[in-house]
Every structure is written in structure tokens, then in C-alpha cells.
């Protein structure tokens, strides 16, 4: 290496202090560029949701923007969060940001700063969000800000379809009695080793709980309501009831074998095991198992439909799960965890998620672009446009309740009509505590 001189020495520190300088003044300079009253210091957003995808969102929102720079993520196990979101409430190190889905709102709700119509007038929530979104207004105002939805998608197998000449599955629910007979195969003493429809158990039915919300969303349904600061179940009750007996009632059927659409009992596996061992020829399942499906079985041929509709009404309805954020009581810096809010629900930084998570953001103007970067992602666009979700007040006792209903109506122990109003009464004492 050729010898350098001291001059040379003293030239190369002045130029890497000059570099090191006119970096820090860059980077300076850019943050000046941000008015003092949009400047966002450190916010801390806790949730359950997947913190690789989060935290890569963030990351790459950084990258586009600096002011951002102090937002981070923190993921818990869904069974620790409730603990550790009051253990940080009691000893006053708060996060700044809950990031939830409708099943863990009402949990929280109790701590939430709820945004008047200064901060987000409702019309304005309206107006730049999707139906499903609105079960966030309250009356005093707006609960939080939505991010995405994941909805109910029909997952089925090409191959069984078009062993049958069948090009694609059913848009509508009475299609489906068409079917059955050519895809369920029941041997000696009603032993079944093929379905059509995995339907009509709890025991054994992936997210059987949100398939009956479906149902019941579709039927007119829309199972849980708010007034007056407080939340009341309707699973029956007035048109309510009608609306959830004929959903109750289709579902069982499937397993009941007197039933021409029986296809399915309880000795079989699991929904999603059956479909993946290419021996289901549908399957109702979230959007967001699709990797996971491709996953666990590369082989199996398999494409993605909308969720099924009632044949006997133009309205159209799925169920949904909905990530949003919020601001708790005790945040330590309400003005920053706000700013934030809005800038990481800005149409740029949505867009950004919905490239990452693969599922449909609820900004109007972003749901309404058709897109064809990935070969899903119109179908999970088009069916947020029209979904609904509901507030739950305990996931797993409702999925109890949901369950103990099915299995009350399928062994005979009690009538459909019993166990929707002992199910209704049981939702309401969840939301009453």
C-alpha cells in the first residue's frame, strides 16, 4: 500500500469530520423540514398482531419518512396481553398506541380515549373509511383508526372440482344442495370418506363461530349493538331471531344424516386437516391462512372464491376480522400518539401495509383501486367493501357459547329456537361484566 504522508493523514480526518458533519446537518435538516406541531417523538404501539410485519411496515414507512423515526412495535401472546396492557396501566408506563382487532376492543374499551368530533368528526370516519369500520363510533365520538380487515374466504380444490366438470364453486349457498351429491362420498353404515362442504359441527369445524357470523350477518343479523355507552347481544329477539334460525339451522344440516346435505360428522377431522388432504372439496377459512395452506400441503391444487351468498337477497355480507389502533387513557404523549395514528393511517402508509400483510386496508379511496400484484388481493377488496364484523366481548366464552348451541341443536337436547335464546342471554351476561 503506497505510504501516506502526514498531510494526507490530516486531509483524509478533515474530510470524514466534514462527512460526518454534513450527514448529522442532513439529517437535521430534514426533521426542521417538519413543522414543530407535526413532529412525532417516541411512540410505543403494543398489540398481538405478527410484530415481523409491523415492525417491517414501520421500518420501511421510516424510510420515506424520518419524522417516524420514533415509532416502534412490541408484540405480546394473545393470553398475556390483557395482563401486561394493566400491569403497564398501574405502574404508569402505558404505551402510546394499542394495535387490536374487534375481538379484543371491548376488553380494552374501558381504557380508550375516545376521539370527539374535534379530534375526527364522525362523518369525516364516514366518509374516508368502510361500512365495517363503524362499529368504532360510538356515541361520544370515534374509538381508534382501522388498519385492515381479514375476511372469510372460500377455499376450494380444483381438482375435485374438475373431476366433476364443475369449473368453479358456487356463488350462493342453495348451490351448494346441487353439489353435494357429487362431491360427498358416504360408504357402508354412513362412514364418510370425502364432503363437500365441512359444515354443521363445532367440535370439529375451523372457525365454526365466524361461519355462523356469517351466516347471520347475511341472514340480517348484526349480533351485537351499541347505545348509550353500553353493548347489548341480539342474537334473538324481534327479526333478529328469524334472522339467526335459518342461518342455525343450514349449518347443522350438513351433519345431520337424515339430511339431504349430509356430509359431515364429528369423527372426522378437522375442516382444514380434510381440505389439505385433498379430501374436501371446499373450505371457509380467513384470508390470511392462505400461506399457511400453501405451506402445509405445496401440492394441493386450490384457488380462492368470494364467500358464498344468500340466493334469497341482493345484500351481500362476510364476516371480518378488524386491525385498528388506539389511543389509551394513560398514554404518555396523547398529542404524538395521535399524529401518529393519523400519519400510519394515511393512504401512503396503508398502502404500504397492504402490500405486506396481503389483505384489504379499509380506506374508501384505496379499496376502491383495483389491483393485480397479487392474485388474491382483488377478492379480499372487493369483500371488505361489503363486510361487517361485530364486537366481541370474550372470543373464547363466545366461541363456548357458539358451540354449546351447535352441539345442544345436533344431539336433540334442545330446539333451535332454545338454544338461540339461551346463547343470547349468555352474550349478554359476557358484556354485562
Known sequence: ?????????????????????????????????????????????????????????????????????GVSYREFSPQDFNTEVLEALAE???????????????????????????????????????????????????????????????????????SQGEVAPPATWQDFFRIVPLFTQIGENRVITGTTLPLGEAVNITHFKEIVATLALQAGNPLSLQAGGTYRSVLSGGNSFDSIFEPLQFFTSFSNPTSDTYSWNRSLPTSQEYFLAGKAATYLGFASEIRP????????????????????????????????LFIPTQSPNIQDSYKAMVALTSQDALRELQSLVKLSVVRRDLASQVSSDDLFTDIFRREAIYAQTFIDPDPIATANIFGNMIETVT???????DAIILSDQEIQVLFNN
Open 1 to 69: 500500500m503506497k505510504n501516506i504522508t502526514p498531510f494526507q493523514l490530516i486531509m483524509l480526518a478533515v474530510f470524514g469530520v466534514a462527512g460526518v458533519i454534513g450527514i448529522i446537518t442532513l439529517a437535521t435538516f430534514q426533521v426542521d423540514q417538519v413543522p414543530e406541531e407535526e413532529r412525532i417523538g417516541e411512540v410505543r404501539i403494543w398489540g398481538t398482531y405478527d410484530g415481523r410485519v409491523v415492525s417491517t411496515w414501520l421500518s420501511r414507512l421510516t424510510e420515506k419518512n424520518e419524522n417516524l423515526s
Open 92 to 162: 404508569q408506563r402505558a404505551p402510546h398506541l394499542l394495535l387490536l382487532d374487534n375481538t379484543e376492543l371491548f376488553e380494552q374499551s374501558n381504557r380508550l380515549l375516545v376521539l370527539d368530533g374535534d379530534a375526527f368528526p364522525k362523518q369525516t370516519f364516514r366518509t374516508t373509511f368502510l361500512e365495517l369500520s363503524e362499529v368504532y363510533i360510538v356515541d361520544e365520538g370515534v374509538l381508534g383508526m382501522p388498519l385492515f380487515a381479514d375476511p372469510l374466504v372460500l377455499f376450494w380444490n380444483r381438482t375435485i372440482f374438475q
Open 293 to 324: 395452506l400453501q405451506l402445509k400441503n405445496p401440492n394441493l391444487n386450490f384457488d380462492v372464491a368470494e364467500i358464498p351468498q344468500s340466493g334469497n337477497t341482493q345484500t351481500k355480507s362476510v364476516y371480518a376480522r378488524l386491525h385498528g
Open 411 to 417: 344431539s336433540g337436547r334442545r330446539s333451535i329456537e
